[in-house]
């Protein structure tokens, strides 16, 4: 039995810098962060049930000296229930989440799960079937994972302002050492620690270069009736890096149209022109 406890968790957002801010934090002298990213516990019921201490046994390895320790499972954000559960085992705990524009965001969980083979649509027809604004568990959530202001509210109904910090992925980009910066700041670890890999990014897109598994990424029809056991079978050989196709105008138009009530709520939260997320 452990009694190190997380003081810090970053909640979110899938696809959203959340693995580069991993990798960073996890050379940090002052931080310890499992070497299992995705915990999990707070998002997923079958995680939550096996009990706090199987969760906390994550964080035993924790040096004395480390001042920061925490976290990081992107699908805490839009889960429901996360807020409560995380409230009642971690009051003061201190929350991260990175944000995104929503219609990029959407469409880089789209191509992964069409590079995985696991999703059967186009994107046209994923925003005619599936285009809504709650998350629901169980669900991918191409686009309620997007609609954070609603989920930012839920939090503060729950935790102090001063306990969340709300990053823009813009920012990572644009300018990472102020991005790190001012996250370690937040932690309360020397803000002036540089790393090798801070402007890099961790989870670039690739695919593989043999014929089987390019049939299939360009047939998404077909993988509907792929088995799993089958599917792995074709993520063999060489891989290559890999940008996927631009989004239809028309697509594009209708999710702007989408997302532009809640970025205009989230950009008066944060005090923050967000007009280009509706370019």
């Known amino acids: ?47 939550y049930e096996r009990g706090y201490q199987a969760y906390l046994a994550h964080f035993a390895p924790a040096p004395p000296e480390a001042a920061a320790i925490g976290e990081a499972s992107p699908g805490y954000i839009c889960h429901p229930l996360a807020p409560s ?6 009051p003061e705990v201190r929350l991260v989440l990175t944000v995104r524009n929503p219609i990029e965001r959407a469409y880089s969980q789209y191509w992964d ?13 994923v925003i005619e ?18 609609t954070y202001i609603q989920y930012i509210e839920r939090y503060l109904e729950f935790f ?21 910066r001012r996250l370690f700041d937040f932690l309360g670890v020397d803000p002036e620690f540089t790393a090798s890999g801070m402007d890099r990014s961790y989870n670039p897109a690739a695919v593989w270069k043999n ?5 299939f990424l360009h047939h998404p029809g077909a993988t509907r009736y ?19 196709p631009e989004m239809s105008p028309q697509a594009r ?9 809640w970025n205009a709520r989230l950009a008066e939260f944060l005090g923050r022109d967000l007009s280009h997320w509706d370019q």
């Open 129 to 146: 079937t599936a285009l809504e604004a709650d998350y629901h568990p169980g669900r991918l959530g191409y686009f309620s994972r997007g």
């Open 160 to 180: 102090p302002r001063q306990n969340l910090l709300v990053l823009p992925f813009d920012d990572l980009r644009q300018d990472a050492a102020g991005f790190y």
């Open 1 to 47: 039995m452990t009694n190190v406890q997380p003081n810090f968790l970053i909640i979110g957002s899938q696809k959203a810098g959340t693995t580069s801010i991993y990798h960073i934090l996890r050379q940090h002298p002052q931080i310890f962060m499992p070497v299992r990213k995705e915990i999990n516990f707070f998002f997923l019921d079958a995680e």
């Open 85 to 90: 559960r995380i409230h009642q085992r971690l």
């Open 211 to 215: 014929p089987f598994f390019r049939w």
């Open 113 to 125: 799960n069409r590079r995985s083979l696991s999703e059967y649509r186009t994107f046209d027809q």
């Open 253 to 261: 138009q209708k999710l702007m149209d989408f997302f532009r009530p």
């Open 226 to 244: 792929l088995p799993a056991r089958l599917r792995r079978l074709t993520f063999w050989g060489q891989q290559t890096r890999w940008r996927y």
